[in-house]
């Protein structure tokens, strides 16, 4: 049984799920804490991560380390996005086994389901069709680690969970020009505007594309409550359950960040619109005890601090 004792190791705890997991265990009185900084611990080596977690011995494991992106770089490097996380992944699932640690968290992304998916989607959807081919290597990596996860448990008696998050946002995230997911691009235009005084949005695709999102803080939460309960589901999805498009969240953003502008939003037509509507199915979580809490206010707000912070720094 995981308790306030249990040495938790967190992987990738500097990226944008994993310091959100970090802060939301010490928050609530976890401290046998084991982190460790990528350029000690390489975790695309095999040796280094079994000898890490052979001398650590956690009794618990997050997997939030990845090699994540926006469309932009999923579609343009798909060669490292496919090595990588599968080379993360597998190093850290196969390790934990080899050293008898029976519970741990992988953590995907809603890509994993088809882009023709029926919506809102269930996890029984997953393999049920084509991927999004802009994320297709990301996707397929992710999924390999889902089933990694659902073939130890069935072979070795593992506690392996995979929960699917969608769309997310908050404290820590990633704001480069081309590398990021569309939320952190659209906070970065529209500081830009704030900082130019320009009267236009410009957006990727035509803004009908519909997304889910879910503040960073909810995922932590769900990842502290499943840490701590058994399952007899392997695979859960992580969402808000709701869907807006490109269009109203850039509307929504304008008006906490700029209420007093009235800025035109513009489409470059000539950059991919990604998936059609992706809203995931979160009656599962539900029906084992997990709700999200959305405040949209407040999280653009605090999101946007954190950006702020971020950019001083530089």
């Known amino acids: 049984m995981i308790n306030q004792k249990s040495k938790i190791y967190i992987a990738g705890h500097k990226g944008l799920v994993g310091s959100a997991i970090l802060k939301k265990l010490r928050e609530k009185g976890y401290r046998n804490l084991i982190t460790e900084d990528k350029k000690k611990l390489n975790l695309l080596n095999q040796k280094k991560v079994l000898d890490f977690l052979k001398k650590k011995r956690p009794d618990f494991i997050f997997i939030a ?6 469309i932009y770089s999923n579609n343009k490097y798909k060669a490292q996005f496919i090595y990588e996380n599968l080379m993360i992944q597998t190093n850290l699932i196969h390790s934990a086994f080899e050293c008898g640690i029976k519970n741990l968290i992988f953590l995907g992304s809603s890509c ?18 084509k991927l999004e081919k802009t ?9 390999a680690g889902i089933k990694m996860c659902e073939s130890y448990n069935d072979q070795y008696k593992t506690n392996y969970k995979c929960l699917m998050p ?11 020009p081309l590398n990021s997911h569309f939320i952190p691009s659209l906070i970065r235009k529209i500081h830009n ?3 130019t005084n320009k009267k236009k949005l410009l957006l990727w695709g035509n803004g009908k594309a519909k997304r889910e999102i879910l503040f960073v803080d909810e995922i932590a939460n769900a990842c502290v409550h499943f840490m701590k309960i058994r399952t007899k ?15 109203k969240y850039a509307e929504i953003f304008l008006k906490v960040l700029l209420p007093n502008k009235r800025i035109k939003i513009e489409y470059d037509l000539s950059k991919p619109n990604g998936t059609r509507r992706k809203v995931l199915d979160i009656s599962l979580a539900r029906q084992y005890g997990w709700s999200p809490s959305v405040n949209f206010k407040k999280q653009i707000l605090e999101t946007y601090s954190s950006y702020l912070n971020q950019i001083e720094k530089k």
């Open 166 to 176: 969608t769309n997310t946002f908050g404290p820590n995230d990633n704001y480069h």
């Open 112 to 129: 994993i389901y088809p882009k023709l998916s029926k919506q809102p989607i269930k996890e029984m959807y997953l393999l049920d069709g």
């Open 193 to 195: 505007i704030k900082l």
């Open 233 to 247: 589901h392997s695979l859960i999805n992580i969402g808000s359950g709701k869907d807006y498009s490109i269009k």
């Open 65 to 70: 380390a990845a090699k994540v992106g926006g």
């Open 135 to 143: 994320n297709d290597a990301y996707a397929v990596a992710k999924i």
